[in-house]
Structure formats: C-alpha cells, structure tokens
C-alpha cells in the first residue's frame, strides 16, 4: 500500500476562490505602496464624483422634463381633430370609446390680441368647454381664482395671473380681446369685451400668453367653422399613433389631425437631447478615473514582476494571471461605483434642500427669472443600471490592459533580474 499522496492541482486550474484571494491580497500591496495607494485613492475618489454627478444631473434633467411635460402637456390638446360643426358631438362621443382615449370635447383655437389701456399683446385664444375640462387637462387644479364654470357662452375670460399682473389686471376687470374672424372669404378684426373671471398658474409658457373662453362664444364671435374635436390620451408618448388610429376610425383624413408633437415636440427633444449631450461630457470623468485605475494597476504589475513569476512557476496559467488583476480591477471599480451610486441617490433625492441652504449661505437664486421655484429631481432606476453597468464595463476594459501585461511576463526573465 503506497503512502504517496495525490500531488496538489496547479493553482490556474482550481476554481476561482484562489484568484479572487490572490487579488484581494494584492489589493493589500496597492496600500502599502504609496504612490500606487495614492493614485489609485485618486483614481476611486474621481469614478465616485463621476459617477454621482451623472446620477444627480441626469435626475435634475428627467425632473425638468418631467415638470414641463406636467405643465405644458397638461394643458395643451394631446391630439386635435378638425370637423364639421354640425358632426363635432357625434365625434365627441365616438372619440371617447376609442382605447386610450381619457376624455374629448369641443375646442376652439385661435390667434388675438389681448389689449388693456395702451399694453396690447398677442395670445393664443383657447375655446373650450368647461364642463369636461377637468377630464382633459389638468388647469382646473391650478386655478388661483374663481373657477372655469364661471366662463359661459355669454361672458368670461381666464387668463394667467403671470399676465394678469403683467398688465395690471384684477378680477373683475374688463379685458377687450381683438380677434380674426372669417366674413364671406376674408378675415377681418372683431372686437371682444369680457370680464375677467379667474385665473390660473400653470408655471410654465402658456401663463403668459394663453387666454380661455367658452367654446361656444369664441366660434360664435371668431365665426370659426369647422370647430376642433380636443382629445386627451392616457399616454401622452403614443398622440401620433394614436392620432392616425382615431382619423382611420373616425373616418377622418389625416390632414384633420393634429397632435402636441406638432407644436411642443422640439422643445422636448432639445431637453432630451440636453441630457444626452450632459451625460456623455460627464462620462468622461469616469473614463479619467478608470483611466487613473489603469495606471495604478500598471505600476502594481511592474512591482509584482517577480511575484507573478513565481505564481507562474506554481502552475497558474497566463489566463489565471490575467483574471487575478481583472478582477482587481473589478474591485477598485466596484468600490467607486458602489459609492458613487450612493452618493449620487443621496443628492438626486436632496438636490432641493440642498440647493436651498446654499442659495441662502451665499444670497443667490439660481433659478430667478425661470418658471421653476426650486430645482426638480426625478430618480430613474433603469439610469442608475445603465451607469453602473457603463461604469464596470469601461472598468473592466480598462483593466484588460495591465492585466494581460501581467499574463505576457516570462517567469524566468523576471526571476532572474
């Protein structure tokens, strides 16, 4: 019976504790150097502040986005359909069986100007029906005076208090509107007088140029026929989709329908294109900081020559070298990723308290002369994966270089320097 025992495996062919504890003592060796310990303390410190300013402005960009599609989409008409006057309450009701569709009703649009003493202005004239307003956007919750029920076919005008105030107005007060209006082939002035019935305050554009009257008494005035059908959508994203469904529905030619993308569309793309562009110059501060992890891990690997030699000698394959700093490199990058997520949740969440103290320490508003009181944060996970994820694969690709430096080391070359 033979006592030899079962000569050990070749460390490159057991399984992965091995490594993950080789690279983790060699973590210990960046400490103990301190010109790797520093750069590579400056190369953590730098993907942290990285990666937390691309969650907090990215945040503060979906928050402004979020804030002004609210306010400007939350009273606008999602979609527009244009009809015959006589067939607009047969349209009303077909429109609001249609899926997705949240409410419809008459509406009126035109051009004006709103005039006071000598201030004449120009404004968007909005004709709407006040009983279904509430089911179509979201200006009954922002009226600071009176109600829309007050505006009826007879008399009443809404304005915003932005406007009111711009010109001097109170409620109550009478306001003269000039309008187009439409006599046998040719537009000529017309003249309204109404009493200024409440207002509103959206914090947004259409506070200081969007004037509301009852549907009936802008397309009796104006003499605009055909009259619009305006519809709300349960998902703004789907109105040109949904704008093309309803006109083949509704048996309506495309030229009759309109929808927000229209008008409003640039403007959103310009904030998501602001995004894009913020977070693609904030990324390179993570590539600098990974950038600086490449170098740390360089230097770490010309210092450990002679140790990578001997851990070949032992059996580890080029292979189990390259995996051992690999993951170095995965560890310095999930700590600063890990970090920097915290970090970056923490001000996204707090970027309005944090802002305040600051305006205050330092006498400043960094928002004055804007639509926004304080600075909106909206947090959206799926960011938070695709910068953590971006951050551990560029940290991964950075790592690749050292690391294969590392696996292309002759052990006898090295032992013998």
């Known amino acids: 019976m033979s006592d030899a025992s079962p000569s050990p495996a070749p460390l490159g062919r057991l399984s992965g504790q091995p490594t993950l504890l080789i690279a983790w003592r060699y973590l210990g060796a960046v400490r103990q150097s301190r010109t790797i310990s520093l750069i590579s303390m400056i190369s953590i410190a730098g993907l942290v502040l990285g990666v937390a300013a691309l969650v907090t402005v990215l945040s503060v ?4 986005d979020r804030e002004l599609r609210a306010r400007i ?24 069986r249609e899926p997705g569709v949240q409410g419809a009703a008459r509406f009126v649009e035109t051009g004006g100007m709103l005039t006071t003493g000598s201030r004449v202005l120009p404004v968007a004239v909005f004709g709407i ?4 307003e509430s089911s179509l956007s979201r200006l009954p919750e922002h009226m600071v005076f009176g109600e829309l ?6 008399t009443g005008v809404v304005i915003g208090s932005p406007l ?3 010109l001097g107005l109170f409620p109550g007060d009478r306001v003269t509107l000039m309008l187009p209006r439409a006599v046998d082939g040719s537009v000529r002035p017309m003249l309204l007088s109404a009493e200024l019935v409440g207002l509103f305050r959206l914090g947004a554009e259409p506070d200081h140029g969007v004037v509301f009257l009852h549907a009936d008494r802008l397309a009796g005035v104006a003499g605009l026929a055909p009259v619009d059908v305006r519809i709300a959508l349960d998902n703004v994203y789907q109105a040109p989709a949904a704008g093309r469904r ?3 529905t509704l048996g309506l030619e495309q030229a009759a329908v309109r929808d927000w993308t229209a008008r409003h569309g640039e403007l959103f793309e310009a904030v998501g ?8 110059l904030l990324g390179l501060i993570v590539a600098v900081a990974v950038f600086n992890i490449v170098a740390s891990l360089a230097m770490l690997v010309d210092e450990k020559r002679s140790a990578v030699a001997i851990l070949r000698t032992l059996g580890v394959t080029r292979s189990g070298v390259v995996r051992i700093f690999v993951i170095q490199g995965v560890l310095i990058g999930g700590v600063g990723v890990i970090a920097g997520l915290g970090l970056g949740v923490l001000l996204a969440t707090h970027i309005g308290a944090i802002m305040r103290v600051i305006e205050d320490l330092f006498e400043f508003r960094l928002l004055a002369g804007t639509y926004f009181d304080e600075l909106p944060s909206e947090l959206r996970w799926m960011d938070l994966v695709w910068i953590a994820s971006g951050a551990l694969l560029v ?5 690749l270089y050292p690391a294969r430096r590392a696996g292309a080391i002759d052990p006898a070359r090295a032992l013998h320097r």
């Open 273 to 280: 294109m602001e995004k894009t562009m913020m977070g693609l």
């Open 73 to 96: 989409l939350g009273i606008v008409p999602h979609v527009t359909l244009t009809a015959p006057a006589h067939a607009v309450h047969a349209l009303v009701s077909a429109a609001e």
């Open 149 to 154: 029920s007050a505006l009826r076919a007879d």
């Open 246 to 248: 309803l006109a083949a």
């Open 164 to 166: 009111a105030a711009r």
């Open 129 to 132: 029906d006040p009983a279904r």
């Open 395 to 399: 940290s991964i690709g950075g790592a």
């Open 61 to 64: 960009m979906n928050g402004f």
